[in-house]
Structure formats: structure tokens, C-alpha cells
């Protein structure tokens, strides 16, 4: 039986040409559907969710964090997905407990797929910026807030709007960008 090349290299032609014409139309196409999906996140009521607080780290003594609290506030508010076993979380952490101490925004923070007992000891340890934590040990707020990994951080108008999602660890850039979106002084 005699192998010939000729129908193989056609075949190899043919795809490549098909390749180069339509190959910079498809990843056009995702690179377009990426920022559409960006920008309608940042423009998004506050998601439905309803999970436990922990009380002993708090500045209230609410038992539950839910939207209808952080839309109650009366001020702008940046949610933050952190836990205690994620080490970028820890490198973006003095950045919020340094815009804690702003009045013109609450900070609160969501312990996502951790427990209450290793987020009250981390929070002891670096400290706790947070107005309000949560507990979603299950991932349901994470899913219905839609985040994409830890830490992942939210900034929502006094309106309850989704203004600014940062993914990733904050740095000074992108907590500015974020500040700036609710409208909120900070000087650094």
C-alpha cells in the first residue's frame, strides 16, 4: 500500500486558509464580548444574597449580612471577597484597612469558602477593616455575585449600582479607580 502526501498537504492548505481569514474574526468577536461583559458588570444592582455575619468581628452586632444591609447604608460601599487562606488577599489587606477609616464609605467583606473561626483569627491578626463580614463557607453569594476567584473586590454606589469590580489583590491604582467610580475623596 503506497502512503501519498498530496491529499494530507491539501488538506493542510485548506485549513490554513480557512484559518487565516476567519481565525482574526473569532477572537475579535471574544476580545469584543470581554469588555461587553466588563462593562455591564460594573453597571448592575446589587446582587440578591442573604448569608451569615460574624458578630464578634464586627462594628455592629447584625447576625446576618445581606443586599437590603449594604443598600441600607446611606453610603457608598465596597465589598470585598477575601479568606484566610489566600495570601494575595493578605497583600491587598492594609490597603483596606487603610480606607476603613474613611467616613465617606463602608467596607465590608465577605469570607468566601472559609469558617468563622479561621476568619476571626486571621481578622485578629492583620486586623479588621471590615464594617460587616460574612460568612459564604457554601460559595451561594460568591456565585450570585459572580466572582471569579479571590480576592475580588466590589464598589457600589449609595444606590446599591455596581459601579467598579476590581479581581485581584487592590493596589493604590485600582482602589483610586474604584473610589473614583462612587464618587468618594481619598487622599493617599
Known amino acids: ?5 498530496i491529499p494530507l498537504l491539501a488538506f493542510v492548505a485548506v485549513v490554513g486558509c480557512l484559518g487565516y481569514f476567519f481565525l482574526p474574526e473569532l477572537t475579535e468577536g ?5 469588555i461587553r461583559s466588563l462593562t455591564e ?3 448592575r444592582a446589587t446582587p440578591r444574597f442573604r448569608i451569615p455575619a460574624l458578630a464578634e468581628e464586627s462594628a455592629t452586632n447584625m447576625a446576618v449580612m445581606s443586599d437590603a444591609v449594604l443598600v441600607s447604608q446611606g453610603l457608598p460601599v465596597i465589598v470585598n471577597f477575601f479568606a484566610s ?3 494575595p488577599c493578605l497583600a491587598e489587606h492594609p ?3 487603610e480606607i476603613s477609616n474613611n467616613s465617606q464609605v463602608r467596607v465590608f467583606g465577605i469570607a468566601w469558602r472559609d469558617s468563622s473561626d479561621k476568619t476571626q483569627a486571621w481578622l485578629r491578626r492583620h486586623g479588621n477593616p471590615f464594617f ?3 460568612i ?3 460559595s451561594k453569594a460568591g456565585i450570585e455575585w459572580g466572582i471569579a476567584g479571590i480576592p475580588e473586590t466590589f464598589f457600589l454606589d449609595r444606590s446599591g449600582v455596581i459601579r467598579f469590580v476590581h479581581t485581584g489583590p487592590l493596589t493604590r491604582e485600582s482602589l483610586n479607580k474604584g473610589l473614583e467610580a462612587i464618587k468618594v475623596d481619598f487622599d493617599s
Open 85 to 87: 487562606w489566600c495570601q
Open 132 to 134: 460587616l463580614v460574612g
Open 95 to 97: 490597603l483596606l484597612v
Open 1 to 5: 500500500m503506497r502512503f501519498s502526501l
Open 136 to 138: 459564604d463557607a457554601d
Open 30 to 34: 471574544k476580545k469584543m464580548m470581554a
Open 41 to 43: 458588570s460594573r453597571m
